[in-house]
């Protein structure tokens, strides 16, 4: 009896120890990725805060990009990451709600995940390959900012569909149950009742989808960027700057004096634009999980 009772006390305590253990190394882990970010984030301001003023923001290059601002590159950013947003958002979460609530072949479902899942793990330059294929070359688009809008917008189609279809399963089903025992429709039920109560799960997607599309170089560099350009883009078929390939022009093909702060410099605004869209994202998010009665 006091044998069997002394084994359960060193099993205890065996697992208490092992879940300390544990604890201690998520919390090592955490910290890790905490002071990995910190530290990126010091070094980033530290290094470009000295060029970041109103003229610098508000101002096109001169002078071989030693001169002048970044107004163009972040216009040019704002409107590939809005208009990658204006594609991938319908059709993203339209794929998920089809998924979850109107396909019936579960083998083809399950054949349809499998694509998005693989499709999440392309290569971003393969994304711009076959943008410059489809959009510059067969659809005749050229190097312009619907072509990079629709590259941006197939690269974080994964992301948004991911994220819509687990907030979609999120929503209790008692809520589409008491919809539809009301005589609404299924579209009525979705649209009314099971998309409004899963907005919050579908702006997480929006959040990592915009830090993505505004971070990209590779997929815009064939389909949308230009090192330069004298004009802001007035259609979309204009050629456009971007905050991402400046940076990786300026620290490449740069070697005037200055090129390197100014390339911290935009590293920094770039950093704030894409913290600030999150914000406004993170937000809307928080107002719509207050409003949820569940």
Do not use: H
């Given at each position: 009896?006091?044998?069997?009772?002394?084994?359960?006390?060193?099993?205890?305590?065996?697992?208490?120890?092992?879940?300390?253990?544990?604890?201690?190394?998520?919390?090592?882990?955490i910290l890790i990725v905490v002071l990995s970010l910190g530290v990126l984030v010091v070094f980033i301001i530290v290094k470009g805060a000295g060029v970041v003023n109103l003229q610098f923001l508000t101002q096109s290059p001169r002078d071989g990009m030693v001169h002048g601002g970044i107004f163009p590159a972040i216009l040019g950013t704002f409107l590939l990451s809005a208009g990658s947003l204006l594609f991938?958002?319908?059709?993203?979460?339209?794929?998920?709600?089809?998924?979850?609530?109107?396909?019936?072949?579960?083998?083809f479902v399950r054949i349809v995940r499998v694509g998005i899942n693989s499709l999440a793990?392309?290569?971003?330059?393969?994304?711009?390959?076959?943008?410059?294929?489809?959009?510059?070359?067969f659809m005749g688009f050229g190097v312009s900012l619907i072509s990079g809008c629709f590259v941006l917008g197939i690269l974080i189609?994964?992301?948004?569909?991911?994220?819509?279809?687990?907030?979609?399963?999120?929503?209790?089903?008692?809520?589409?149950?008491?919809?539809?025992a009301l005589g609404a429709t299924r579209w009525e039920t979705m649209s009314k009742v099971i998309l409004p109560n899963s907005i919050s799960g579908i702006l997480t997607g929006i959040i990592l989808s915009v830090g993505r599309a505004s971070g990209e170089t590779a997929p815009i560099l064939m389909t949308a960027a230009t090192f330069y350009t004298a004009r802001l883009p007035n259609s979309p078929f204009s050629k456009v700057m971007a905050l991402p390939y400046h940076i990786y022009a300026l620290m490449t093909e740069g070697s005037a004096p200055g090129e390197l702060e100014i390339a911290y410099g935009t590293a920094l605004v770039l950093l704030m634009l894409v913290l600030a869209i999150n914000s406004v994202a993170i937000f809307i998010r928080i107002k719509a999980r207050?409003?949820?009665k569940w």
């Open positions: 009896m006091f044998d069997k009772m002394a084994g359960a006390l060193k099993s205890r305590e065996s697992r208490l120890i092992n879940q300390e253990i544990g604890f201690t190394l998520l919390k090592l882990c991938a958002l319908p059709t993203g979460v339209l794929t998920a709600v089809w998924l979850t609530e109107y396909a019936t072949n579960k083998q793990g392309v290569p971003s330059i393969v994304f711009g390959l076959f943008g410059l294929a489809f959009f510059v070359k189609l994964p992301t948004i569909i991911g994220a819509s279809e687990e907030a979609l399963l999120t929503v209790p089903k008692a809520f589409k149950e008491a919809s539809l207050r409003a949820r």
